[in-house]
């Protein structure tokens, strides 16, 4: 007797498709308006103090700060900045924590226990702790320790889960069968560690996204992160807490720009389907 094996439709794939290009328009929408706005606006900087916390209007639809700068212009760079510097702590926290995790499952051994210990020393260690001790470090809080920091509390996730996908496939009887041919490295990790990691790597990016702006817009909140007059988005909603009753917009564009980024990586998560 045959048995027929028919694939398994999931309800939701559809919702999940919809959900992924919502998400990237949205990105791509606020990525469009962080590289052109800060080449078309006006300087970040420029005070105009006459123009004291002006209303918006055609000219500037989002008014003008208490120094009489331009809140969109000030918000374009600082959306420009959050991904830009988002991207950079990513691809550093993706590469070295991929490359330690394959090693550890590939090597085994002294190599593993080494890089395991390490890792769980960094798990230890709160991750807001780590970014508020490199921030320490330079008084003007400075972007590259800011990078760091973030970077170092990023990498153990993708040490974790990519050491023990690759255990799991570097295990398993197709690789074994890969070897027995004869089959280089090359044809490993092209053939199976990387269709089992990729949608692994890109939750991880995408959650990694949202630490890292979220993180540096709330130490520029508790100002002892990026310092003024750097257009930043949590140093603009610290800044626009004394005038939040004559001058609500201040604040509600860059709460809404840190809503509309998060939403979007969150709404990239990749749902994996185990057979």
């Not at 308006?33 to 989002?62: I, T």
Request: hydrophobic share 55%.
């Amino acid at each position: 007797m045959s048995t027929t094996l028919t694939p398994t439709v999931l309800p939701d794939s559809a919702p999940a498709d919809s959900r992924r290009i919502l998400a990237m328009v949205v990105l791509g929408a606020l990525a469009a308006f962080a590289l052109v706005g800060p080449l078309v606006l006006a300087d970040p900087g420029a005070q105009d103090l006459g123009r004291y916390l002006e209303a918006p209007s055609l000219a500037e639809p989002l008014g003008r700060d208490e120094y009489g700068r331009s809140v969109l212009a000030r918000l374009a760079h600082a959306t420009r900045l959050s991904l830009l510097l988002g991207v950079v702590c990513v691809v550093t926290a993706l590469v070295l924590g991929t490359a330690t995790g394959v090693l550890a499952a590939w090597r085994g051994g002294w190599v593993d226990a080494v890089l395991r210990a390490v890792s769980e020393a960094f798990v230890a260690i709160p991750a807001l702790l780590v970014v508020l001790l490199f921030s320490a470090l330079s008084e003007s809080g400075s972007l590259l320790t800011l990078y760091v920091g973030l970077a170092l509390v990023q990498w153990v996730e993708y040490f974790r889960v990519v050491r023990a996908r690759a255990a799991l496939v570097l295990g398993g009887p197709a690789v074994e069968a890969a070897r027995l041919l004869g089959l280089g490295w090359a044809h490993l990790v092209a053939r199976h560690l990387w269709p089992a990691v990729r949608p692994l790597l890109l939750t991880l990016a995408s959650l990694g996204m949202v630490t890292s702006i979220l993180a540096m817009s709330t130490l520029g909140f508790v100002k002892v992160g990026l310092q003024p007059p750097r257009a930043e988005l949590g140093l603009m909603v610290t800044e626009a807490f004394p005038f939040h009753d004559v001058a609500p917009w201040l604040s509600i564009a860059p709460v809404a720009v840190l809503f509309l980024l998060t939403a979007g990586f969150l709404g990239l998560r990749h749902k994996e389907v185990t057979p």
